[in-house]
């Protein structure tokens, strides 16, 4: 494989300098790169992986073959600035899936941006300025950590995709031929990253944006947002019409009949003998089924759906979710999941707790609390339902699937490298921290964390799901039992501060898969145990995933991590950290990620 290595960045170099300008003269196929220090090429500590190729200003006039290049995995860095490189940016830049630095400024480059730019998720910073690039941009804004993005100087066109600006450091599209409003820049960047595209409108720049135009199946005249508010009240009109033919109705039913939702193979607990007017459509295929009610019933019931304050489920009823295929897609010990179409094409996730004897009123106000902070690394309940028999709750549904699944699923190739990990580490604990801070006096905690609550966003930030909805995990039954003793006589909401130090024994577990990479059953218990007993014979790498090892991840860092976790999951909860000093200390290992990565 080092063959293989140096055989490619040669291939690399041929193609780059073809009447060999400025190629570096000690690059040779019976030397390595690493030990033989290569001229321009730059590696991890222990002189094992190539992470770094820095060709600037050599008088480089060839093509980039990033095929070549891209068969050194390892690469994170490329800085080819100020040479006379030509012909495209090539679609096979995607394969080098560790770049974290891509520094092109200063060539001869033209052509199409490759769409493929997009999937290079690691990236940090790219600088493809002063160049002769032209076309549209590809949607630059779904690599979530991207901090600078320099493209002055080009003939790009096009509207500038919707960056996240409040993550961006730097940023500058000047002088190219860009067109249309200019997204919301968090009063981050001045008129100077965006002056010389005459067709940009808005702020920072001072001109203002002509008035959109009306569309052209023409609502006679409404806006959207007009059509908005009648359709409301013609639903709002609807809903007491039915309300009215619901009592009328109600009147003539036997007493004491019960409303009941059926799906497929799940009976309500409360009553064995189902209501006539309840028709129960079922498809066959498995994992299907249908709710299916009848509109007195659903007159009734949609009173009860508290649509809570995201703006994502305006209006939404009961009978919305009941008439919506449902997809089971997930029976745990608390209660089953579910996928919901509805009708508008949105997706959500309802989730059905099962045995939870809480009261619907502590239910609803937990809720409602918990509705009331919101962190952008939370997914927010969009909606609940609440009666005696049945507890849901609404999401919305997250395409990109689960942590548990981006580390134990099939990848395709795709690598979850070691900056994401610390990444993904990061944002949790620091939203912990955060609801925590809010939520502590109510004594809510998440109740219920591991891997597959941890969702992945449309930009791939993680997002902790279902928080809130339980209460306490086994592993700590017998704490418990001593802190419920204590209780009856001692400060109330004592179990409820045991629940934080079970979240944070929860986040211990999770730390531990980001680093080892191995499955931890539903126990948590023996992958813990066995890191323990690794550890205890002296720090070794044996724990951790081999792709970070493959990939040359600090070893300094992953041990203070590995530190960080078994601090988490210290059998007895009082020893174990806050989660702010968690979060802390992860930030620290963070930042000095960070450094090494960006001191070149
Ligand atoms: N909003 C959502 N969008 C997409 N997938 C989700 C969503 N919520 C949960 N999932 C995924 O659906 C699957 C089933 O979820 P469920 O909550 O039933 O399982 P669980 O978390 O293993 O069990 P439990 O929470 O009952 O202990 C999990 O893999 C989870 O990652």
């Known amino acids: 494989e080092e063959d293989e290595v140096n055989r490619s960045l040669i291939q690399f170099m041929t193609n780059i300098s073809p009447g060999n300008a400025g190629r570096s003269s000690n690059w040779s196929m019976n030397s390595d790169p690493c030990t033989d220090k ?9 002189s094992k992986f190539v992470r770094k190729v820095i060709l600037d200003g050599l008088n480089l006039d060839g093509i980039l073959d990033a095929e070549s290049l891209c068969k050194v995995r390892t690469l994170a860095v490329l800085s080819l600035k100020n040479n006379s490189v030509v012909g495209k940016l090539p679609e096979g830049i995607s394969s080098c899936k560790r770049l974290t630095h891509l520094y092109a400024s200063g060539n001869h480059f033209s052509g199409e941006l490759p769409q493929s730019l997009s999937r290079l998720s690691n990236l940090k910073r790219l600088n493809i300025s002063n160049n002769n690039f032209s076309g549209v941009l590809p949607d630059l804004s779904r690599i979530s950590g991207l901090i600078s993005f320099l493209a002055q100087n080009n003939q790009l066109r096009g509207e500038i995709p919707k960056f996240d600006f409040s993550n961006l450091q730097q940023f500058n599209v000047s002088n190219n031929n860009f067109s249309g409003p200019i997204p919301y820049v968090d009063g981050r960047f001045s008129a100077s990253s965006f002056s010389g595209n005459p067709g940009l409108c808005g702020p920072p720049l001072s001109n203002t944006c002509p008035p959109s135009l009306p569309s052209k199946n023409g609502s006679k005249g409404f806006s959207s947002k007009q059509l908005r508010i009648y359709s ?20 003539k039913r036997p007493k004491g009949e019960k409303v009941e939702v059926i799906k497929k193979g799940v009976s309500m607990e409360s009553s064995s003998n189902k209501p006539s007017s309840v028709s129960s459509q079922l498809k066959t295929s498995d994992n299907r089924s249908e709710y299916s009610i009848t509109s007195a019933e659903a007159g009734m019931t949609s009173s009860s759906l508290t649509v809570l304050s995201s703006p994502v489920v305006n209006g939404l009823r009961f009978e919305d979710l009941l008439r919506a295929p449902a997809e089971l897609i997930g029976r745990g010990k608390h209660g089953s999941l579910y996928k919901v179409v509805l009708e508008n094409k949105m997706v959500l996730a309802v989730k059905r707790i099962k045995d939870w004897g809480i009261s619907s009123q502590d239910f609803k106000r937990r809720m409602q609390k918990i509705d009331q902070v919101k962190h952008p690394n939370v997914l927010p309940p969009l909606a609940f339902y609440c009666s005696k028999q049945e507890k849901l709750l609404v999401y919305e549904y997250q395409q990109n699937g689960s942590l548990f699944k981006l580390l134990y699923g ?19 604990a620091e939203a912990l921290a955060f609801m925590y801070s809010e939520l502590h006096d109510d004594g809510i905690a998440h109740g219920n964390l591991k891997s597959t609550n941890i969702l992945l966003g449309k930009d791939m930030d993680p997002c902790i799901s279902e928080y809130g909805l339980m209460v306490v995990e086994d592993q700590d039954q017998q704490f418990l039992a001593q802190a419920d003793n204590l209780k009856s006589n001692g400060p109330s909401g004592y179990t409820a501060y045991s629940t934080f130090k079970v979240d944070v024994y929860g986040f211990g577990v999770i730390l531990l ?3 080892t990479g191995k499955l931890v059953q539903n126990s948590g218990f023996d992958l813990a145990r066995w890191v323990h007993s690794v550890v205890r014979e002296e720090w070794t790498v044996e724990v951790f995933d081999k792709a970070l090892i493959l990939e040359g991840a600090s070893e300094e860092r992953m041990v203070n991590l590995l530190r960080v976790a078994l601090k988490c999951i210290n059998p007895s909860p009082g020893e174990r950290p806050t989660i702010n000093k968690v979060a802390g200390m992860i930030n620290t290992i963070k930042e000095e990620e960070e450094r090494s990565i960006v001191s070149i």
């Open 38 to 46: 290569w001229e321009g090429v730059i590696c991890d500590s222990q």
């Open 232 to 251: 409301g009240y013609i639903i709002l009109g609807l809903i007491i019409v039915l309300f009215v033919f619901y009592k009328l109705f109600r009147k």
């Open 410 to 428: 099939t990848r395709n190739g795709e690598v979850f490298e070691w900056g994401s990990r610390l990444g993904v580490a990061a944002s949790i």
């Open 513 to 515: 898969e980001l680093l």
